[in-house]
Structures are given as structure tokens and as C-alpha cells.
């Protein structure tokens, strides 16, 4: 049984059948879009309504409020808990750097890529590239040949 930080995209629709399918097989997953229950997890709007239109110095200043530091430490812990990273594809800039942490902290991490994607060659910093799965079977047998 693994415990698995999922990153991804508030964005990505199959995010949840991902959780779901992971914890169906064993394994302990975080969810941020709802990491505990009742929670449903960060967002900017918490902080403002007009998030989409800020300027670099506003978005930047968000970064200090109460919420956004409580959403951090929320998915921050979690990532410290986590043994193991999938990175659900698509996804943006923040997925890419808690995947990015999970590799530099030596932690497992796997790449899930169902549908055609533009190649990244730093996808191999996940460690080779059977760490890049095409399909959710492929995925939890990935999780089970994993130390």
C-alpha cells in the first residue's frame, strides 16, 4: 500500500476517476480538491473574486494570505506524508513543481499521460521511462512493482 500525493489541475476532469480508481486498489491518497471531509480545498477566489485579473504584484501578495498559507501547509503536509507522487496530465505550473519536489526528495513518482501529449524530455527525472504510464491498469501495476 502506497500513500499517494496526487498532483494535477483543478482543471482536469479525470482527476477524480484517478483518487477513486487508487484508493479502490490499497492505496491512501490526498486528494486537494478535497483533502479532508467537508474541506474542498484551496482557491483563489477565497481570496478575491477578480483572481483572474490580478497584476504580478497582487498575485504576489496572495501568496501572504491567511487562506493561501493555509492551503499551502494543507497540500505541503501532505506532500511530506506522501511516499509517492502521480502527476496526472494535463496540468499546470504548480503540479509540475510538487512533482519536481517529490523527485529531488527521492520519492517515487510516476507520470500518468492518457491521452497525446507534447513529449518532455525532463520526464525522466521521474527516474526512467516506465514511470510514464498510458493507462490507468498500467498505472496501479506501476504502483505495485514500485518499492
Request: aromatic share 10%; glycine share 6%; net charge negative.
Amino acid at each position: 500500500m502506497k500513500k499517494i500525493y496526487v498532483a494535477s489541475s483543478w482543471r482536469n476532469d479525470i482527476q477524480p476517476e484517478i483518487v477513486k480508481a487508487l484508493r479502490e486498489a490499497g492505496h491512501l491518497v490526498y486528494d486537494f480538491k478535497n483533502p479532508r471531509p467537508g474541506d474542498t480545498g484551496f482557491s483563489w477566489s477565497e481570496i478575491d473574486q477578480d483572481w483572474k485579473n490580478w497584476e504580478p504584484e497582487e498575485f504576489r501578495s496572495a501568496l501572504d494570505h491567511e487562506i493561501a498559507k493555509s492551503g499551502f501547509n494543507s497540500d505541503f503536509d501532505a506532500m511530506k506524508w506522501a511516499d509517492t507522487c502521480v502527476l496526472v496530465l494535463p496540468c499546470g505550473r504548480s503540479a509540475h513543481l510538487e512533482a519536481g519536489w517529490f523527485t529531488g526528495q527521492g520519492k517515487t513518482t510516476l507520470i500518468f499521460s492518457p491521452e497525446k501529449t507534447e513529449p518532455e524530455l525532463m520526464y525522466l527525472l521521474a527516474g526512467k521511462s516506465d514511470n510514464i504510464c498510458v493507462s490507468l491498469p498500467e498505472l496501479i501495476a506501476a504502483l505495485e512493482t514500485e518499492p
